[in-house]
């Protein structure tokens, strides 16, 4: 059965650094997401993606986030300068449609920073 | 702002038991509302997706219930077994430039006890 799989599992960064956060969404899927999750709260809604472009944002993707689709198959998340406040587990989703579109979501990425 | 609510934070059943696990939420103008399935530390499996046209979904033993009106959504599992234990996410959307961004709650810590 496809899966969204995301690299690496687990990155540890110094504050400052930028960081890449990759996904693999399903190969026929055309709206693609982030979320994240700080340790012990709620699942949140950073960014969405259709069309090669930024559908809609958080508050929290602010300039120091940045999503790209640099090929066919892959999906980014870049945080430039990477805060202590960024530490948080990082989810990839896609769908195959934007409307009724049920998200797939990956396994996630842990963000240390320190 | 859309707030989504569960409600217990956390349940412990004996094993055989059926569970109903509830979820609440704010603007009724949803799009479609999803539960989700997490594991520690792992990601988001998705069980069922209820669209804002119809009122409950069903897959094996576990059943989605949808009140548009009320603000309300069960998830109904019958005959628990200890591989259900895990944390049960309900997240609903709202279709915004053709795309769902996801609001999600707080989740139910589900222990199923052997």
């Known amino acids: 059965e496809p899966e969204v799989t995301q690299t690496p599992s687990h990155q540890v960064t110094q504050m400052g650094q930028e960081v890449i956060l990759r996904c693999v969404p399903i190969?026929?899927?055309?709206?693609f997401y982030w979320y994240r999750q700080i340790l012990g709260q709620k699942v949140e809604f950073l960014v969405s993606f259709y069309n090669n472009e930024i559908s809609e944002k958080s508050e929290i993707f602010d300039d120091q986030f940045s999503v790209e689709r640099p090929d066919g198959s892959n999906f980014t998340l870049k945080i430039r300068s990477t805060k202590l406040e960024d530490s948080a587990m990082y989810f990839c989703?896609?769908?195959?449609?934007?409307?009724?579109?049920?998200?797939?979501f990956g396994p996630g990425t842990r963000l240390t920073v320190t | 702002k859309q707030e989504v609510t569960q409600i217990p934070a956390a349940l412990s059943v004996p094993e055989g038991e059926n569970l109903v696990l509830n979820c609440s939420f704010t603007d009724s103008a949803i799009y479609n509302l999803q539960w989700f399935r997490q594991d520690p530390g792992k990601g988001l499996t998705s069980l069922l997706l209820i669209q804002s046209s119809q009122r409950e979904q069903t897959s094996g033993r576990l059943n989605a219930s949808l009140d548009k009106s009320s603000g309300r959504s069960t998830l109904y599992i019958a005959a628990s077994q200890p591989g259900d234990s895990a944390t049960y996410l309900c997240?609903?959307?709202?279709?915004?430039?053709?795309?769902?961004?996801?609001?999600f709650g707080t989740g139910t810590r589900l222990t199923i006890i052997p």
């Open positions: 190969s026929n899927h055309l709206y």
């Open positions: 997240a609903v959307s709202r279709r915004n430039f053709g795309n769902e961004k996801l609001t």
């Open positions: 989703a896609s769908s195959r449609t934007g409307v009724v579109g049920e998200q797939y």
